[in-house]
């Protein structure tokens, strides 16, 4: 079996494995203010640089400036940040980045990197006029003079005041006096699923349902692929 068979067998491997926890993905957005708010969610603001399909998806609602604009409107609530501290003492932050330790990202990559349509979809979306005149045309729009009336409302300074005495602030501040949040974060590090399709090649025994087979040689194979260092001569 040569290089380009071994390479063929772990990419196929890694497909396999990331259609198997496809269903668990989160769905994509499909309104600036649903972008904005996935953007700002420490669970779930990787998920766009696992897959480049997501990559696509996020890089053309970057061009939007609505979702710009939505940011910069959920950035003036405070609860949007209490939202962003809840989810960093959320396992499932662990897990949105610990899954970049997933074979099947790099592997997933790789196949996009020697994609033509994926390099050709970018190059579309940094070509395309529409985008442009949509920036363009974005400090004109309601929106946006909206945003800047609303840095002139009391109200919004009055919210900032109040918000450390708010009970969604007191609730986040009092987690980390919780043991069941270090129990969580515990059982977090040692479930497979944290871990991606990595952990669940570990989990998964070969012939279980579900399993996916893994040839012992096959892995030897590849180790020998590696170059040796050189031994350095004695002193």
Same mark, same amino acid.
């Given at each position: 079996?040569?290089? +380009?068979?071994?390479?063929?067998?772990?990419?196929?491997?890694?497909g396999?494995v990331?259609?198997?926890?496809?269903?668990?993905?989160p769905?994509?957005p499909?309104?600036?203010?649903?972008?904005?708010?996935?953007?700002? %969610?420490? #669970?779930?603001?990787?998920?766009? =640089?696992? %897959?480049?399909?997501?990559?696509?998806?996020?890089?053309?609602?970057?061009?939007?400036?609505? #979702?710009? *604009?939505?940011?910069?409107q959920?950035?003036?609530?405070? $609860?949007? #940040?209490? @939202? +962003?501290?809840?989810? *960093? !003492? &959320?396992?499932?932050?662990?897990?949105?980045?610990?899954? =970049? #330790?997933d074979?099947?990202?790099?592997?997933?990559?790789?196949?996009?990197?020697? %994609?033509? @349509? =994926?390099?050709?979809?970018?190059?579309?979306?940094?070509? $395309?006029?529409?985008?442009?005149?949509?920036?363009?045309?974005?400090?004109?729009?309601?929106?946006? *003079?909206? /945003?800047?009336?609303? *840095?002139? &409302?009391?109200?919004?300074?009055?919210?900032?005041?109040?918000?450390? !005495?708010?009970?969604?602030?007191?609730?986040? +501040?009092?987690?980390?006096m919780?043991?069941?949040?270090?129990? &969580?974060?515990?059982?977090?590090? !040692? $479930?497979?699923?944290?871990?991606?399709?990595?952990?669940?090649? /570990?989990?998964?025994?070969?012939?279980?349902?579900?399993?996916?087979?893994?040839?012992?040689?096959?892995?030897?194979?590849?180790?020998?692929?590696?170059?040796?260092?050189?031994?350095?001569?004695? @002193?």
């Amino acid at each position: 079996m040569n290089r +380009m068979s071994l390479l063929f067998v772990a990419l196929t491997s890694a497909g396999l494995v990331a259609s198997a926890i496809a269903a668990d993905a989160p769905a994509t957005p499909t309104t600036p203010q649903e972008w904005a708010g996935k953007m700002l %969610d420490p #669970t779930q603001n990787a998920a766009a =640089f696992k %897959d480049p399909a997501a990559f696509q998806q996020w890089t053309n609602a970057i061009m939007n400036p609505a #979702t710009s *604009m939505a940011m910069m409107q959920q950035g003036m609530d405070p $609860n949007t #940040t209490l @939202r +962003m501290l809840s989810g *960093m !003492m &959320n396992p499932a932050s662990m897990q949105n980045y610990m899954q =970049f #330790t997933d074979p099947s990202v790099a592997m997933k990559w790789m196949a996009a990197g020697m %994609d033509p @349509r =994926f390099a050709t979809a970018l190059i579309s979306q940094g070509i $395309n006029p529409n985008a442009y005149l949509n920036m363009m045309a974005a400090p004109l729009s309601p929106q946006m *003079m909206g /945003l800047g009336t609303q *840095m002139l &409302n009391p109200a919004m300074y009055g919210n900032w005041m109040g918000a450390p !005495m708010s009970p969604n602030a007191v609730n986040t +501040m009092m987690a980390p006096m919780n043991p069941n949040l270090y129990t &969580n974060w515990l059982g977090a590090g !040692m $479930n497979p699923a944290t871990y991606g399709s990595w952990g669940q090649m /570990l989990n998964m025994p070969a012939g279980q349902a579900g399993g996916i087979p893994i040839d012992p040689a096959l892995l030897m194979k590849l180790m020998q692929m590696m170059p040796v260092p050189a031994a350095q001569p004695g @002193r």
